[in-house]
C-alpha cells in the first residue's frame, strides 16, 4: 500500500478507497522530461510508464486518453473509433480546469469532474504499470487489472510510434 511519506493527493486518496494496491514511486520531476524521464528515473521500460492526456473533440467535450510512455496517440484513428469528426490535446488551463492537476501531474484517478476515460488496449495485457499519482514526479505501480476495475476505461487501439 501507499507509503505514508508521500503527500495524499486525490489520486492517492481514490486509489486507497478502493483499496488498490500499489506503491509510490518519486522522481526528480523535469519540465518537459515526461515519460522518458520518469522511466530513466525509476529503471523501468517507458513502454511501462502510461501517461494521461486530457483531450476533446470538436465540440470541446473532454476526456482522457491513457497511453504507453513510448507511443503517441493517433488522433485521426480516435476520432474514427469515437465517431466524432476531430479529437485534438486540451490546453493545459483545460485540462486543470477538468482534472483538478496541473499537466505533468495528471492522473486518471480522482479527477475533478467525471470524465470518460479511453486506454490503449496493450496497457491491459501488461504486467504491472506506472502511472501518474497526482502530483509531478509520483507516479503508481500498480496493476492495470485495478485500473481496469476503478476507471471501467473503453479499450482503444490508437497508438502509433512515437516521432
Partial sequence: MAKEKFHKTQAVRVL???RVNFSLHSYKYEEKGGTQTAA???GVEEHLVIKTLVMEDQE???FLVLMHGDREVSTKA???TLGVKAVR???PEIAHKHTGYVVGGISPFGTRKPLKVLVESSI???PRIFINAGKRGLLAEMSPKDLK???HPVPVSVAIPRK
Avoid: F, G, I, M
Wanted: hydrophobic share 35%; aromatic share 0%.
Fill in 78 to 80: 480516435l476520432a474514427r
Fill in 149 to 151: 476495475n476503478v476507471l
Fill in 124 to 126: 491491459l495485457e501488461l
Fill in 40 to 42: 530513466r528515473e525509476l
Fill in 89 to 91: 490535446p486540451s490546453t
Fill in 16 to 18: 486507497n478507497q478502493n
Fill in 60 to 62: 470541446k467535450k473532454p
